[in-house]
């Protein structure tokens, strides 16, 4: 079995996957060191809710990009399905503008609740919020920049008459 090669590139092109993962898998490591500290040593992890619950976010966030990029979201597309392919090339590019419009708006929200928190402090760890808040523009950023990418690639499709998927 041949091994794949570690390289910068690879690592930048599955950032988001690998956030997600590191970021789960302390979570899960923190929630379980915290069950043991509790009912075997009688002594819990004051701290480790606050930080499982800001991994959780990180968790939620960028792994909601991922899961973008990747096509995983879940979608009832029955509909679509019995289109001829013409039309069902144009309705892409008007779900993808649709879309383009909500992450737009996500965006700038949560852009605006980070910013209107910035002098805010966790109540345990006494950090700044925007540690964990700041998860949430970064997640629908990058959605945002994917949505842009397959609305130029479905567009190019329908003036260039390709079939076929992503």
Not at 62 to 71: E, M, P
Request: positive net charge.
């Amino acid at each position: 079995m041949e091994k794949k090669k570690i390289t910068l590139g690879s690592v930048l092109v599955n950032l988001d996957a690998i956030i997600t993962c590191v970021t789960l898998t302390l979570c899960t490591i923190v929630v379980n060191a915290n069950v043991l500290m509790r009912y075997f040593l009688k002594r819990p992890l004051y701290w480790s809710e606050e930080v499982a619950t800001g991994l959780f976010v990180w968790t939620v966030f960028i792994g909601s990009a991922y899961a973008y990029r990747k096509h995983a979201h879940l979608g009832v597309d029955i509909l679509i399905n019995i289109l001829p392919e013409k039309i069902r090339k144009v309705v892409k590019v008007i779900m993808d503008l649709l879309e383009l419009v909500t992450l737009i708006m996500l965006t700038r929200t949560s852009v605006q609740y980070v910013m209107n928190t910035m002098d805010k402090l966790t109540n345990t760890l006494r950090v700044p919020s925007w540690y964990i808040s700041g998860a949430v523009p970064i997640g629908f950023g990058l959605s945002l920049i994917f949505c842009i990418y397959f609305l130029v690639k479905d567009i190019i499709k329908v003036f260039k008459g390709k079939g076929g998927n992503n």
